[in-house]
């Protein structure tokens, strides 16, 4: 059975979910978004071997403890898109801008297109990105407007 806990991360509260299988205890970390120690010691309280960490997106709040974690477990990065590169290029002197720690640049070892299915113990998780939704939500009641002008 999967579980989840979340974990508020950065001066802007950004949640890290951390994703595990009960019966393996195998885990991954999705948008370890920065305090690395914090993360790392939710995940050995918890008993957790992580697999991977998976990233929706490259923003600091999302991604800044990423290059960390993957070099102290060793653990491949998966996501984001390919065109959130310049974001994970930028993330040192992005989060110097902000004031926070500067993080450790981050390998990703497979860039996500949409479509893949990633795995965690038996659960398949279908890769799609919310782009269109997003746009959908705030252009609908324009769309639906503009369709009853006609």
Not at 36 to 41: C, D, G, R, S, T
Request: hydrophobic letters at 45%; one cysteine or more.
């Amino acid at each position: 059975m999967l579980q989840v806990k979340i974990v508020p991360v950065t001066a802007f509260e950004q949640n890290c979910s951390i994703l595990w299988d009960s019966d393996s205890k195998e885990a991954v970390l999705i948008d370890a978004g920065g305090d690395a120690a914090q993360l790392m010691q939710e995940v050995e309280a918890l008993g957790l071997n992580v697999k991977a960490l998976w990233l929706t997106h490259g923003h600091l709040d999302h991604a800044g403890a990423v290059g960390e974690l993957a070099s102290r477990w060793q653990v491949p990065v998966i996501g984001p898109h390919k065109e959130d590169a310049f974001w994970l290029d930028m993330i040192q002197e992005v989060s110097a801008r902000y004031g926070f720690p500067i993080p450790q640049k981050i390998k990703v070892d497979q860039w996500l297109e949409g479509g893949e299915v990633l795995t965690l113990g038996d659960a398949e998780f279908e890769v799609r990105f919310a782009v269109v939704m997003f746009l959908e939500y705030y252009l609908e009641p324009f769309v639906q407007k503009h369709d009853t002008e006609k």
